[in-house]
């Protein structure tokens, strides 16, 4: 079945760090690929979305490719913030008229000033 | 405008009791997910309605569980004779339409504790 595996964390950063979360896939077909976010004591918000290969999806400085070749969805910001601390999950919506979303386990991340 | 809203946002309850957790989408939209998250972990589905119907109740833990969309907006997710393993965070979701470019909503999910 489709899974999606998230780097483990927690991440803990300095202020204006660059950020890698990796996020790799096993899926049929091509799916859409998410990365939500959920901040401290908010619900969970869609942070960008890519539904083919090779798009690009950003937002918030945000950023993630969907790389077919390597099944993966890596989010990556060239410099980070204080606000940016959450907790942060990849996730995939398959094919067939599968509506489920399979989420990655989260990473967190810390920002420190 | 408003967005998905879940009651309660706290629920404890003690090992085999009965509980219904609530959840109002955003107006006008046709689908809508329940989904579990436990401590640590991301959210896992366990349904999901297209208008009144379930659509898809694959993620549905076992014959416990049972939810209801009766007029194609508010659902109830059904819980009977609740054990220990069931504390965990409901989170419910609608988006406009089931497709995979249509974001789904989330709301912010009912904490249950069972005892």
């Known amino acids: 079945g489709n899974s999606v595996t998230q780097m483990e964390g927690p991440v803990t950063l300095s202020e204006e760090a660059f950020l890698t979360i990796n996020c790799t896939y096993t899926?049929?077909?091509?799916?859409?690929l998410f990365w939500y976010v959920q901040y401290p004591g908010e619900g969970l918000q869609l942070l960008l979305k890519?539904?083919?290969?090779?798009d690009k999806g950003s937002n918030k400085g945000f950023e993630a490719t969907y790389r077919k070749e390597t099944t993966s969805f890596h989010l990556e910001k060239g410099s980070v913030q204080v606000s940016d601390s959450a907790v942060y999950f990849c996730?995939?919506?398959?094919?067939?008229?599968?509506?489920?979303?399979?989420f990655g386990q989260g990473t967190r991340l810390t920002i420190n000033p | 405008g408003a967005g998905v809203s879940q009651t309660p946002s706290n629920k404890v309850t003690e090992k085999g009791k009965y509980v219904e957790l609530r959840c109002d989408p955003i107006?006008?939209?046709?689908?809508l997910y329940w989904y579990r998250q436990s401590l640590g972990q991301g959210p896992e589905f366990l349904i999901y309605?297209?208008?009144?119907?379930?659509?898809?109740d694959s993620g549905l833990p076992n014959d416990r569980f049972f939810a209801v969309r009766p007029e194609g907006s508010v659902s109830t997710l059904k819980i009977q004779r609740t054990e220990r393993g069931d504390s965990a965070v409901y989170l419910c979701?609608?988006?406009?339409?089931?497709?995979?470019?249509?974001?789904?909503?989330f709301g912010p999910g009912t904490r249950l504790t069972v005892l």
């Open positions: 979701a609608s988006s406009s339409e089931a497709a995979s470019y249509n974001e789904q909503f």
């Open positions: 899926a049929t077909g091509y799916p859409s």
């Open positions: 890519a539904t083919k290969a090779d």
């Open positions: 996730a995939l919506l398959g094919i067939q008229g599968a509506q489920k979303l399979v």
């Open positions: 107006s006008g939209h046709t689908a």
């Open positions: 309605f297209q208008g009144t119907g379930a659509a898809d």
